[in-house]
């Protein structure tokens, strides 16, 4: 039973893990968790309600205290805690809003107005939350539990959201009325309803929710691959390419059941299974496939390292031509992996270039991991490769196979329409040859180490690739873009044009403002509706009749309005959907809109056409549009990150984008014709796109440099290495040396070194990364600082007379406030002194209700409380966290008006790019430094070792009678006293020996005397006797006299004959024939044997030709005949005569080792005799020397084999005989010695 447990036990935790994923999925996608989701909301709901209740409750119940307390840090610090659990309230006196606890609930200054039972679900401008609402004497006190987070529109900071203690899908919808089902009603403790949920999505369930399946479904899958290939390699009685192409069948089929039977079912609802992050076509859709893909290429070259064995190409006609096969499949193997590497990186969004921010993501560890899986697979193939064909050719034969195998497979990559890169071939081809010079020991020894080197040449090898494939792909990504930068679009604007056709269409002031000259008409546009986003941009609005002309410059000619502008439209218009206006396709290098409205002059009534156009402004001015006000489908599909851009019309620049500086004029860097240009310049790869004329648009990219480009290369490696150290375990974990129990001295030395070296390392870098961070953080509150003190003196030398800030200002605050963010690129803020928003250079975040037109909290208590100068802090609008300062600002009589504010939302990204760069830069250093430390270790831990290594050497060849030789070692040192001590051991040990030498052999000659004496004085006896017998017969003259000569003189002969045999047999044993090695088929040995004794009538030897023929062993024929012989013989003599003997001979193979056992059916072995078996002069047998044994041991050994016995009483006994496998390596050590 244990037997089957320890067998099968990978299979049955498999089979567990299937199943217990199996229910989980079931339990998820059979939407039977959705009662299980409400109840949760509502146990949530319950809570978050009585922590509201007790804090409205305490308020109401001391009103005085808490005003009192309510600026208090304390009292910030436990409201915070509540708004990080969705929880915010108002305090209102009469209808005037007096204090708040968070700025990011978006309400209003009035008083909501809530229904008889105190609960109000209502949706805010940024989501739907419940209020509560208390009446105290002389405090009114509003609650807020947030419900989900809605926004107007969604970027990557906003994102629609339910709280995380929800842990609800963000498509579920919040409705205020009952649901026709009543399992999506939410209630109160008091069972009351609240609010509905409605489920659009298919799952019930955020997406995390389904890790936890899809791990146990990899893990189960896992553990099945583990045992498949236990099986494969040790109990299916299959030849190695079976076995590998019943992998390969497995692994296709398991990789069948995912990509087009689509099982497990819940990977469809993974990112990691969309073709979000990868996808290559039907068979490639998605980078879980891909990842997927690499496992069970690793499986299939596991099961080819495992499996395949040099009988399996031992073949006597088609040995050596077969094994073309298993490079082909090498070579065939490395061509799928870099043809994968490809089209990994062309056809993915996944960032692969860690030289810029820091972008480490479970996408590109993912695919980097996938890359390192079919590296190492590769290696265990090719190592197998060198194992097999190293016994069976030559080197001029496995290199010109390696090189026929390698062209076949860039042949074949050729046809399918792929370009060559020549590098990861020569890769391939130098790991086959390398392989081929080091010896099987020394991998077995040093395998760690070689795993060191390989994964370097590993990670040299895929970062050249990164650097050919994404140069590859950003190259063409600067093509695309520079073709559509040529017809550019403004999707944010056509977003927000569409928006306003409704708008003005409803504003009936409009028509008050046809008013000639229509200048107020202008100013009332470019106010009301081409603020903001419009910046960027000219406005001209041209206002004509039926019968008006139009002005048109430069030629100032007089063209009739309306044919003008419909011409106009006509040839290079491009209606944009759902309003009046056009996009005009102008190809100057700006981008255009166009427009017209229909009104009635306020005059005289006469029709009148309203043309408004808008040109993007020639390099425009001032700070960008912030992406949080952008909806992310106005993003901009021809802008990329990390790429620049320019505009030329007429050889001139006209508009341009990014970090780079480009020139005035361009046509002295375009050499030749062509649709593109590329060319380099000052540190960035720039494509020119010629579009017409002297007409070009630009892409550009930082050029990568030599240190940026390694900067993928520690982590490739310490990836690949680590990957390495997992296979080795999994394939040997009694081999790997990190699950030993006891290290040697040079591993734990290696270890300390490198624990101190990266411990200091680290500890160093978090100080450095500590230190910068708040240098960082100090310049940039030096830099807002410098910018709010700009503009705090601007804005106080426009305000110093005036008494208070009125509503009435608002119209002129708003412009001034946008003129100063234009100087200053920065967004702009004023508050009244009780934190009530008065004018913004930005109105569209409190426009769209992002958050409430009140000052942080925390920043007011700071200004107004305390009365700081200055306040620098963080504030958060949806996901993007950024610095806010705040300064007070003062008239010239020093009385408080208000508190400036500036938000650093415009340089967002860029400050994200400042710290990752750094933090990248640091990770960078410190991987290189972590690999150098290893490297370092590595080597001074073999310094020091390597006299005790040679010490230990030594120590294991002494032995006595042998000279032995000294160790030189010139330092003065622990290890070279230890030297010296053991030089005079071996010299005392060689005078001992000596001694020791000089008693054995003299021992040896009496005891080799005392038995030659008995073994002679055995015959010698019967011979003295007849002797004396014919002397007796002779004196009495006996008649038969002659028959007792013949008689004696035939005793004398045998007898004579057993001295001859004992001399020669004394003889032969002091003296061994030198021997003749040569590489010998072990089965035609024992077949041979066998039939030596086919008609011996005292027993039968058996010998079946075993499947694994030809064995090949190194021997000297006779010698190996003479040792089988002997055992043979000796199992014979073993059978008592009243038995029928048998003699069984068996062969197999084990690794590299042949075994041979020789079994009979005599009577055993008696206990007492069993250490005395292989000793010569030893004997149980009435005749004999007892050499054979001695001899046969002796012939052994000398092969480097072993021989040992076991035995049963009265059942047999049987010889087990174990030789190395032939190599060439083994044959030039035995030529060597």
Known sequence: MRKLWHQHRLLLFSIVFLGIAWFWEHLILDNAMLHHEVDRVSHVMEKKEASLDQVLNNIASTPTKIASERYSIDAANRWDQLAKQGITFNIFQGDSLIYWTSSETAFNDSLPKVSADNNLIKKLPTGWYMIKQMNTDSLTLV?????????????????????????????????????????????????????????????????????????????????????????????????????????????????????????????????????????????????GEFFLLSILLLYVALVFFRSLDVKDFQH????????????????????????????????????????????????????????????????????????????????????????????????????GGHAVNWFPFTFYIIVITALYFIRYDSLLKYRTTFLVVYSLLAALLFDHMLFVHVKTRNTNIQKVLAV?????????????????????????????????????????????????????????????????????????????????????????GVEIPGSDFYFMDKLN??????????????????PLTVFVELNSRLIPEGQGYPE?????????????????????????????????????????????????????LDGYSHCAYHISGDNYTVVSYPKMSFVKRLASFPYLFLLTYIAGLLVIGLNNPKGWYFFRRHWDFRRKIQFSLISILLGTLLIIGFGIIAYNYTQFKASIQENLNEKIRTVSAELEMRLGREDQISPDMENYLDYELIQLSDISWVDVNLFDAIGTLIATSRDEIYERGLTAPKMNPRAFYAMSVEHRTNYLHREKLGNMTFYSSYVPVFNNNNELLGYLNIPYLSKQNELMQQISGFIVAFLNVYI???????????????????????????????????????????????????????????????????????????????????????????????MKLSIQYLQRARKQEKENFDEYFRQVTKTLIEQIETLSAIASAFSNFARMPKAHYEKLDLCDRLQE????????????????????C????????????????????????????????????????????????????????????????????????????????????SIIENLSGKIWFETSPNQGTCFFIRLPLYSKELHENHDSE
């Open 484 to 572: 559509n930068l040529a017809s550019e679009r403004d999707p944010a604007a056509e977003l927000f044009l569409s928006d306003l056709e409704p708008r003005l269409h409803r504003d009936t002031l409009l028509q008050t403002l046809m008013v000639p000259p229509y200048d107020v008409l202008e100013q009332y546009l470019r106010k009301n509706y081409f603020t903001g986003f419009w910046r960027d941009y000219d406005l001209q609005v041209t206002v004509c009749g039926d019968q008006d002309s139009v002005l048109v410059k430069p030629d100032n000619d007089l063209h009739p309005c309306h044919a003008f502008f419909e011409n106009m439209v006509s040839q290079s």
């Open 628 to 680: 949080l006000l952008l909806d992310e489908r106005a993003a901009r599909k021809n802008r990329r990150d990390g790429f620049c851009y320019a505009k030329y019309y007429n050889d001139q620049l006209v508009d341009r984008s990014g970090k780079f500086a480009y020139t005035l004029s361009i046509k002295e860097y375009l050499h030749g014709k062509g649709e593109f240009h590329f060319y380099d």
């Open 928 to 1022: 290189f430094l972590t690999l150098i430390s290893v490297m370092v270790a590595v080597f001074i831990s073999s310094r020091i070792t390597s006299p005790l290594r040679t010490i230990e050497e030594n120590l294991r060849g002494i032995q006595l009678g042998k000279a032995n030789a000294k160790i030189e070692y010139r330092a003065n040192d622990e290890i070279g006293r230890l030297v010296k001590e053991y030089n005079l051991k071996v010299d005392e040990l060689a005078e001992s020996a000596d001694l020791l030498a000089r008693s054995e052999r003299e021992s040896a000659w009496r005891e080799m005397a005392r038995q030659i004496a008995h073994e002679i004085k055995n015959p010698l006896t019967p």
């Open 143 to 287: 609650g807020y539990i947030l419900i989900k987070q809605v926004y107007p529109y969604h970027n990557k900071y906003l994102r629609d959201h339910f709280p995380n203690d929800f842990k609800l899908p963000p498509d579920f919808l919040v409705h205020p009325q009952p649901a026709s089902n009543p399992v999506y009603d939410v209630k109160d403790s008091n069972n009351r309803f609240l609010f509905s949920l409605e489920p659009t999505g298919e799952l019930v369930t955020p997406e995390h929710d389904l890790f936890f399946p899809s791990g146990l479904y990899f893990i189960a899958l896992l553990f099945f691959l583990i045992y498949t290939v236990q099986i494969l390699n040790l109990r299916l009685p299959i030849r190695g390419p079976a076995k590998i192409l019943l992998s390969i069948v497995i692994a296709f089929g398991i990789y069948y059941l995912v990509n087009q039977l689509d099982r497990p079912a819940i990977f469809e609802y993974l990112r990691l299974f969309s073709p979000v992050y990868f996808a290559a076509g039907s068979w490639l859709p998605s980078l």
């Open 1110 to 1193: 030809p064995v090949f062993v190194l021997a000297d024929k006779e010698q190996l005949s003479r040792a089988f012989i002997n055992l043979v013989k000796n199992g014979m003599q073993a059978i008592p005569k009243t038995r029928k003997g048998t003699i069984e001979i068996k062969l197999n193979t084990e690794k590299e080792f042949a075994q041979v056992e020789i079994s009979d059916n005599g009577m055993g072995v008696a206990e007492e005799l069993r250490s005395k078996l292989f000793e010569p002069n030893f004997t149980t047998k009435t005749s004999g020397m007892g050499l054979g044994l001695a001899i046969t041991k």
């Open 316 to 415: 006597p006609k088609w040995g050596k031509i077969s094994l073309l096969l298993p490079f082909l499949f090498a070579a065939f193997y490395f061509t799928f992996s870099i043809f994968l590497f490809q089209i990994l990186i062309l056809n993915s969004s996944i960032n692969f270039e860690f030289y810029q921010e820091m972008r480490i993501s479970l996408p590109n560890v993912l695919g980097f991991i996938s890359l390192v899986l079919q590296c190492l697979g590769f290696l265990l193939i090719a190592l197998r490769l060198r194992f097999i064909a190293r016994n069976i050719l030559s080197l001029n034969q496995y290199l010109v196979t390696a090189v026929i195998s390698a062209l076949l497979a860039l042949g074949v990559f050729i046809l």
């Open 589 to 606: 290098g700006r981008i255009s809109y166009f427009g017209q409205m229909a009104f009635k002059s306020a005059v005289d009534g006469r």
């Open 1089 to 1108: 044997v066998t039939h030596l004794f086919d008609n011996n009538p005292g027993a039968s030897v058996y010998f079946e030709r075993p499947a694994v």
